[in-house]
């Protein structure tokens, strides 16, 4: 993994030999790759192999004990100037959304540029109307989050964290909470993203949407990542025994 | 997706069917749950004769036996306690102040507070009705107008709510200098009495003790062991002490411990009031905060918030919020608390009662003396529960 096709100044994340330990469980087990600017990047394996763990401790929501990530040039470290640096490049979206439900859609796409991008309210709006619109709910603004469907929320979370204008977008298995009929309508949105450019790291299932839309897919088993490669080659050859096993239990159904 | 037709079958499959219409008005309703069952009927005719006789007792007592000349004779005494009575007009300067910034709130913000300052001005204008003397009714009469002035001027005007605010923090000590008041002419806190000595009481606790507990339950929270086990052990060590030990021990080792500083009596007991109400308030938001997903957290700092504003605009307007009716409770334990001020020789309101009661003016009235004072504390503390649920359905609460 190490000599990787791109060239590292072109990366916007650099990952050394990252451990992690949740007490003496020891979740990720020297994880060293790279992204590059516009990658769209799919991450799967079993559940429990620290997937969602790693993709976490790109914005410091878990910190790493061992190894560097750097991020747009800045190494992440316990320097809290520098990690709300790096979260505000970062936008990411949850399994459970997370919205928040004591305030409106609208209010909840412009709480980040109002109190972090220190914009006005009304420069705020304007873009989280816009973003609403893009992610095709902008009759929801108004309404609280209990008030709008898994789906909607969903489609509101990932607005709220455009509204940041970030840089890297992080997904942790975005659709995994939905009911089968609202998840096509939020990989809708993740691909529309997708061909706009963003730097996308996805943690998913959905299969389907990896092949179609990844650059490169990784996959992780028991805190290391076994294989690296572009989906076409992630499917039809997979090298590791493990990769072949995952991928004939998924594709079954 | 929507279709764009339907079969028939298919639409009457779909067709909106309005609920069964019921009957139910209050007649249907006591049918249906006081006399549904022989035993119910039976309890209901048991319970329905127990009420007649005792609110027939006390009717009677009310109107044919009881002496309510006390009440109008002490009423001066019952508001003010011993605070001299040509010095009256402080009072009444306080209760003009507060009177403007009642008023400008209503003004900017209207809904409850509109209604609480109507309320307020039709009590200041039945005092004015009230044959009391013709100063005291003129007194009366400037609190209506100087409400109905203040709610008028502030009326729509939004972009000043901050300055009343402000002002309402600033309140606070010109209150006490105005009660206090300087040289020859001041008025010694030890004279404060009555219902103003109880809300003064009351005011500062619930003022101080909620951000204090706020700030107590957020250091019981912290990821800092050296701030969670101060905050722990405050709280675990003024939990586990009766209130009137706190008391005395405000009384006894606030001068011991400052003796260069003056802290009159009253001050002393707000203070303890405030720091034996702030451990459990910490509590009562602990829960609250508590219940805040760990997914909230992560949300919040995702786009960037730091600590400070995690908890001011996600954590806390959402923990506050479903701790409500135990934070009010709070508040109305802590007003009804500080009757025990009386231990340290102190006249609140109840104070009062008992010492009108030992006049032999007055002797063998202890029934209509105390019903009075608790007619006042229950009308107090039940305007905090009303005012609390109000607050809620205002806010949401439950709904998202």
Redesign the interface.
């Given at each position: 993994m190490a000599e990787h096709e791109n060239a590292p100044n072109d990366s916007i994340i650099v990952c050394e030999d990252v451990h992690k330990w949740f007490d003496d469980f020891h979740v990720l087990k020297g994880i060293t790759t790279s992204f590059e600017k516009g990658e769209r990047a799919v991450i799967c394996g079993p559940s429990g192999s620290g997937k969602s763990t790693f993709i976490r401790t790109l914005?410091?929501?878990e910190e790493h004990q061992r190894g560097t990530i750097v991020i747009d040039g800045v190494e992440l470290s316990d320097d809290?100037r520098n990690i709300?640096l790096i979260?505000?490049e970062?936008?990411?979206v949850?399994q459970?959304f997370?919205?928040?439900?004591?305030l409106t859609n609208l209010q909840n796409i412009t709480?980040?540029p109002i109190?972090?991008r220190k914009m006005t309210k009304s420069e705020a709006e304007e873009i989280a109307l816009s973003l609403l619109e893009r992610v095709d709910i902008a009759d929801q603004a108004y309404k609280?989050?209990?008030?709008i469907s898994g789906g909607q929320q969903q489609r509101v979370?990932i607005a709220?964290?455009l509204a940041?204008e970030p840089k890297i977008m992080l997904f942790d298995e975005p659709t995994s909470a939905l009911d089968p009929e609202m998840i096509t309508e939020v990989l809708d949105v993740m691909r529309e993203l997708a061909r706009s450019g963003m730097t996308m790291l996805v943690v998913t299932h959905e299969m389907g949407f990896a092949r179609e839309v990844a650059d490169r897919i990784l996959f992780f088993d028991e805190g290391a990542i076994v294989e690296d490669a572009a989906p076409a080659d992630f499917f039809d050859n997979p090298q590791h025994e493990r990769t072949k096993l995952f991928i004939s239990q998924t594709l079954q159904h | 997706m929507r279709k764009a037709y339907y079969t028939v079958e298919e639409r009457e499959l779909t067709q909106a069917m309005k609920p069964p219409a019921h009957t139910k008005g209050p007649a249907r309703w006591i049918k249906d749950n006081l006399f549904n069952t022989w035993y119910n009927v039976l309890l209901s005719c048991l319970a329905l004769i127990c009420i007649f006789f005792i609110s027939k007792a006390l009717l009677t007592w009310a109107f044919t036996e009881a002496k309510w000349g006390v009440i109008p004779a002490n009423l001066q005494l019952f508001g003010v306690g011993a605070y001299p009575r040509e010095q009256i007009w402080r009072v009444w300067s306080v209760i003009y102040i507060l009177c403007v910034l009642v008023g400008l709130s209503a003004g900017m913000w209207g809904g409850l507070v509109f209604r609480f300052a109507v309320v307020l001005g039709g009590v200041w204008f039945i005092g004015a009705l009230l044959p009391f003397e013709l100063s005291t009714r003129g007194w009366f009469l400037g609190a209506v107008a100087i409400t109905a002035a203040a709610l008028f001027l502030g009326r729509g005007r939004t972009a000043l709510r901050p300055w009343i605010l402000g002002g309402w923090l600033l309140s606070f000590p010109l209150i006490m200098i105005v009660l206090r008041g300087f040289g020859e002419n001041s008025v010694l806190t030890s004279n404060w009495g009555g219902l103003l000595l109880t809300l003064i009481l009351a005011v500062v606790g619930i003022v101080v003790s909620f951000p204090l507990g706020v700030f107590l339950a957020l250091c019981r929270q912290s990821n800092l062991p050296a701030i969670r086990w101060v905050s722990t052990a405050y709280i675990e060590m003024v939990r586990g002490v009766p209130l009137i030990t706190i008391l005395f021990m405000g009384n006894i080792l606030i001068p011991i411990f400052m003796p260069g500083l003056d802290i009159n009596q009253v001050l002393r007991m707000g203070l303890a009031i405030t720091f034996f109400s702030a451990a459990y308030m910490a509590e009562n938001v602990r829960g609250g905060l508590q219940g805040i997903?760990r997914?909230?957290h992560?949300?919040?700092?995702?786009?960037?918030?730091?600590y400070v504003?995690t908890m001011l605009?996600?954590v806390l307007?959402?923990a506050l919020?479903s701790v409500i009716p135990a934070i009010v409770g709070q508040f109305i334990a802590l007003f009804k608390d500080t009757s025990l001020v009386a231990i340290i020789g102190l006249i609140d309101l109840l104070g009062v009662a008992r010492s009108v009661i030992a006049n032999p003016d007055w002797f063998g009235l202890q029934a209509e003396v105390y019903l009075f004072a608790a007619i006042i504390y229950f009308v107090f503390s039940y305007s905090m529960s009303y005012g609390s649920q109000e607050i809620e359905t205002a806010l949401?609460v439950g709904?998202?």
């Open positions: 914005n410091r929501l809290l709300n979260r505000q970062v936008g990411m949850f459970q997370n919205l928040f439900p004591h709480l980040g109190r972090v609280y989050p209990s008030e979370a709220r964290a940041m | 997903p997914g909230q992560e949300a919040a700092q995702a786009i960037g918030l730091n504003q605009f996600i307007p959402q919020r949401g709904e998202h």
